[in-house]
């Protein structure tokens, strides 16, 4: 823990150098996988309790507060929350402080909290086994019974685990290089843990009924997008309920697929 949380305090800078040049104003296309489907469970803005995990130094959580959404964010680094207050504050004032807080998500106490949407953009991976499926189960009991969780990784070719460097600008020379822990998944993989801490993972082209994830899933049928700014490397974007729940989806088919997204839109890791 002590030496993720120094990797990512190094990064914090890296990743507002980033920010200017596509976090902050991508951060809406990027999370447009799951937001579809938030939008379509029916509740005003304002009544959405969002929580994000692994903050980072708050793209995603400053974006929806502006767009109306009550937004709470947790991150392990001190300089990471200090960003994220800074883009909360300005639509919350004084109450950034409380609502994004410096901790461990395993042990942080949420008392009786509930969430509608919970993001975990490249969160999941920065944990070792078992603590991942532990992370995500927490996730599953932080959720309302119709709550969505939206988490992703990289697509790996094989399950590697261990101390790995990580360039905070995504290849680029300015980036900030640093030696932090990290789980790769194939995307069966990281189902297979999804689905082992209590959520159900589902994936949805935009039209008919969606489509329940499992380890025997076709790849071709995976949530899967290629990173054009990091030649071969590609994405792995869950949207996920808990164990029972549908995936909030249009009642009637539009008879006209929705575009996929962009390549150039898949989430930063």
């Given at each position: 823990m002590a030496r993720q949380r120094a990797a990512y305090n190094r990064f914090a800078l890296s990743y507002e150098i980033d920010a200017a040049r596509r976090r902050d104003s991508w951060a809406a296309r990027w999370l447009e996988p799951v937001m579809r489907h938030v939008e379509l469970a029916g509740r005003k803005r304002s009544d959405v309790r969002v929580l994000d995990v692994g903050s980072g130094i708050g793209s995603f959580?400053?974006?929806?507060?502006?767009?109306?959404?009550?937004?709470?964010?947790?991150?392990?680094?001190?300089e990471m929350v200090e960003r994220t207050r800074a883009r909360l504050r300005q639509v919350y004032g004084s109450d950034a402080q409380s609502r994004a807080v410096r901790g461990s998500f395993i042990e942080h106490d949420f008392a009786s909290e509930q969430f509608d949407l919970i993001l975990g953009v490249a969160f999941v991976h920065c944990l070792p086994r078992p603590v991942d499926v532990l992370a995500i189960r927490k996730m599953a009991e932080l959720l309302n019974e119709e709550g969505i969780a939206y988490l992703t990784t990289t697509a790996e070719p094989d399950?590697?685990?261990?101390?790995?460097?990580?360039?905070?600008?995504?290849?680029?020379?300015?980036?900030?290089?640093?030696r932090r822990y990290r789980t790769r998944y194939t995307p069966a993989q990281f189902i297979d843990r999804i689905r082992a801490g209590g959520l159900t993972p589902w994936s949805w082209p935009g039209y008919g009924a969606p489509v329940e994830l499992d380890?025997?899933?076709?790849?071709?049928a995976m949530p899967i997008f290629s990173d054009t700014h990091v030649p071969g490397k590609r994405w792995v974007d869950v949207v996920a309920t808990r164990q029972g729940a549908l995936l909030p989806v249009p009642a009637t088919d539009p008879g006209v697929p929705e575009p996929t997204r962009s390549d150039e839109l898949v989430p930063v890791g």
């Open positions: 959580a400053g974006h929806l507060a502006h767009e109306g959404f009550d937004v709470w964010a947790i991150d392990i680094a001190d399950g590697q685990e261990a101390l790995a460097l990580k360039d905070a600008m995504r290849g680029e020379r300015d980036g900030t290089l640093m380890s025997l899933t076709p790849a071709d």
